[in-house]
């Protein structure tokens, strides 16, 4: 909609809104916040939403978010991010080459899609709610394993390869 739009550079969203679309603001170059006002019963984010933003150095989803799509976040300068307790699922690359140092996994996530952390060089923290048995995916390629070793979780019995993580948590 709004996609490769220098010129848009703050985004206000009414409690109306329950979904950004596909590519809605993806390179919005000069784009450096979102506003959401209100709160929606469900929210979900679109592929490639506010991919290539690159002056969106952070961002506040609504908590009632379930759905982050594929390149969600894809190349934007973010350092901090807060994936809201109901999101179910976090889209291949939603993450990958941002400025993230932490995040937080809470447990209501059951899938990660490949690639969600790649290339994301300052991050130095996983943290993962999930309670032990609990049901989570991770795509192959999500590189949550390698330098982010969660293998010394005492509720998961992780099997990771230099491709990302695998295996039963």
Known sequence: VF????KITTVTLSDKIDTIGARAFNNCINLTSVEFKGNVASFNLG???FA????LEEITIPANTTHIGKYAFYK????????????????EYAFAYTYIETINVPASVTKIGNGAFSYC?????IVFDQAEGAALT???????AGPYD???????????????AQGTF
């Not at 996609?3 to 220098?6: E, G, V």
């Not at 290539?52 to 002056?55: G, I, M, W």
């Not at 991770?138 to 949550?144: F, L, P, R, T, Y």
């Open 121 to 125: 060089e300052n991050l130095e923290e």
């Open 52 to 55: 290539n933003c690159a002056a």
């Open 3 to 6: 996609q490769n739009n220098p």
């Open 138 to 144: 991770i795509g192959g390629d999500a590189k949550i």
């Open 76 to 91: 934007t300068p973010l350092t901090a991010f807060t994936v809201p307790n109901e999101v179910t699922y976090l889209g």
């Open 150 to 164: 969660v293998s010394d979780s005492e509720q998961w019995e992780v099997y990771h390869d230099y491709k990302g």
């Open 47 to 49: 592929d490639y939403a």
